[in-house]
């Protein structure tokens, strides 16, 4: 299973359309369930308030500044039983990867290197994780194998800066787990159909097809 998640103020649906779109066709594997949820809604404090579908709040769009913990750990308790339905469904834990766009991308961190460090890997496209995160204090007291991070951001994105996602991605280097960082020169935040393939070759070489097993 893949399960991908959105950016603030999109939905499941939407970032369904959206990739559909840039691809011509649906992001489908033949053996890869790909799942698409929506945030719940709640007041966004960088839109002074107002409710939006977000995964979790922030105090300003910024690395630089405490994260929003509780809203994080709260959604990270949601997404735990997404996971957990998944397996009661029969699939392997280390056959699920979870990742997502901007925000999403943020939340699939959270989840992952701190409550699901045995998933099979963790997409973050136009993502990064603040200064301070507790992602990183995690991983300083951890031993265990983590899993594999492919993230892309575009050079040009003026809402995530791309440096944020660089910092990211060096910090999560250091502390042990196995990182790309994907470039694209002029791109925006937003999503490109190169990106996407990329993405796709990477999610098969993540969970290949399982070899059929003869008695």
């Given amino acids: 299973s893949c399960i991908l998640l959105c950016d ?3 939905t499941g649906p939407g970032a369904r ?3 559909k779109q840039i691809l011509s066709q649906d992001m489908a594997f033949q053996h890869i369930k790909v799942i698409y949820p929506t945030a719940p809604a709640r007041p966004y404090t960088p839109m002074k308030g107002a409710f939006s579908t977000v995964w979790f709040d922030r105090y300003k769009i910024s690395n630089d500044c405490p994260e929003h913990i509780e809203s994080i750990d709260s959604m990270c308790q949601g997404l735990t039983d997404l ?4 397996i009661k469904n029969g699939i392997a834990k280390n056959r699920i990867l979870i990742g997502g766009f901007s925000m999403g991308g943020g939340m699939a961190m959270h989840l992952a290197y701190r409550f699901h460090q045995d998933l099979a890997g963790v997409f973050a496209l136009s993502s990064f994780l603040n200064k301070d995160s507790a992602v990183y204090q995690a ?3 951890n031993e265990s194998i983590l899993p594999e991070l492919f993230q892309c951001h575009g050079t040009a994105d003026e809402l995530v800066l791309y440096s944020w996602g660089e910092e990211t991605n060096k910090m999560l280097k250091s502390l042990g787990v ?4 994907h470039t694209f020169p002029n791109l925006n935040h937003e999503l490109s159909r190169t990106e996407i393939e990329k993405l796709k070759t990477w999610i098969v070489k993540k969970l290949p097809v399982e070899a059929v097993k003869t008695n």
């Fill in 17 to 19: 359309a959206w990739i």
């Fill in 8 to 10: 603030t103020g999109d």
């Fill in 139 to 141: 991983l300083k007291r």
């Fill in 178 to 181: 196995s990182t790309s960082l």
């Fill in 83 to 86: 996971i957990n339905d998944e």
